[in-house]
């Protein structure tokens, strides 16, 4: 049998886009629009200028309710990850790398995606990565991450 | 310092079925199964149901997180006649531990006199807890997950234990630890799921779900139901059994953890933790105990890693040295007089091996374990920790003292 400390899993992929639903509300919706037209954005507190994500009613460091949404950088560093080996929407093989990315332009705020364009054996925490764009159903679009 | 609450109350009665691998419950129904756990828990303490009046729930009365506990079908169905407490924990798992901290809040405001804790767990083919994040469409905060494909809990967690091995040199070696450790306490227990001994190959031949995690370090998914009765110290002395005294117990947790791997906004050191530090102070202080004063430890395991970062959080070891603690020995029973600092973790087994009903088997076994009845007995056992979560808050924690 496989020793499961010396598997090589390969490329990784982003999920498949025509498999993937979002659902948004008023707080959340800004963040989508601007995704839909390939610009990263987060959730700042207009006031107190701290980020959060996912977006919500109020600030919790100001309680502000007034946001904006910001034109980012689009990297990040990757702050974790896992390996999985199977699409959770069919159980085939298929090697995908989700990622908590650190976003750059916030103060701290991550975002959890797909990291694709390597093989998954190279990823490593601390690495750059930049956004790219995965189009989902509905016509949102997705923000995913591949090295920098 | 201390707790007006110390001992004023105590667990007196457990009850369970059989337990059952995912799905081998049926034709049983969750009622059915809620119902034997909670008449065999008030056999155990002495007491008739008819002397149950009050209820306490967690994981919002969920019963395996789709079902619902309905505490007037309960009183239909076992003869209750009247209730004066029917409460629950918010959340989910976290709250395990905590419902014996919600009883004694009805029992010392004096609204029941004998108060059940229960949990009934059936996972049919429609109903997998497992994948319960994947199958429904994403609500809008859900929306920032589940599109990643992180897909259920153990997913998510691998997502933590990533980051705990980046921070402080944690090796897979010590997931393993854990698995091999509390599968030994396992062996000898004739309800235990996984009860075979657990060899390296066989763990290192296992399929990782979400690397670092393999399928043994998630927990089992099984049906079964468990319940608890605690009332006050003073009615426990008509009890059949030696009181288990409650002797500190909190719920809650801070919002740097908050939602937790359903949210993955963590800062370090919270990142790479379980969510108990909060809870874990708050009962050192309501009990001037530390870790190392507990005789053994039935730490929430629905995934290895969780059980390392507990330990952290509670102090059995210093954070960032989980690695190194467990590798040492310390967890397992057979190595209790002969390690330093050894606490016996899991003595049941846990849910790793025994079997997985969100977290209320380690209440019975800490309540076994103070009465001098567990099949793995810690010799002179004064103080049982057992806790509840990582999850979502509010996560738990109780200590239980022999009178
Ligand atoms: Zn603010």
Redesign the pocket.
Known sequence: MTDNRNISYGPANALPGDQIAITTNPDTEPFWEKAKARTLTACQ?A????FRMPPSPY?P????SNKSWPELPGTGTVFSFAICTRNPKNGEDYVYVPVVVELDGTDGAHLVSNLGGCDADDVEIGMKVAVDWNPIKDDWVLPVFRPA | MGWAHQDKTAIVGIGATDYYLRGKSWPRTINDMAGEAILKACADAGISIKDVDGFAYYSTAGAGYLDKFDTASLMETLGIPHVGFSATLTSGGGGASGAAGLATAGLMNEDCKYCVTVMALQQLPQHRLGVVVGAAAPNPENSFLQPSGLVGPGYLMSVLARRHMHLYGTRREAFKEIVQATREHALNRPKAIRNKPLEDEEYWSQPMLADPLCRLDFCLETDGAVAFITTTTERAKDCKHPPALIHGAAHGGTRNWGRAFAWMGMQDPDFASSGHKFVADRLWEQTGLTAKDMSCAQIYDHFSCMVLMQLEDYGFCEKGEGNDYVLSGAIRYANRDTVEGAVPVNTHGGNLNEAYIIGLTHVAEAVEQIRGTAINQIEDCEFALSTGGPASLPVSGLILRRA
């Open positions: 507190c006031d107190c200028g701290h600030c460091e100001c309680q502000s």
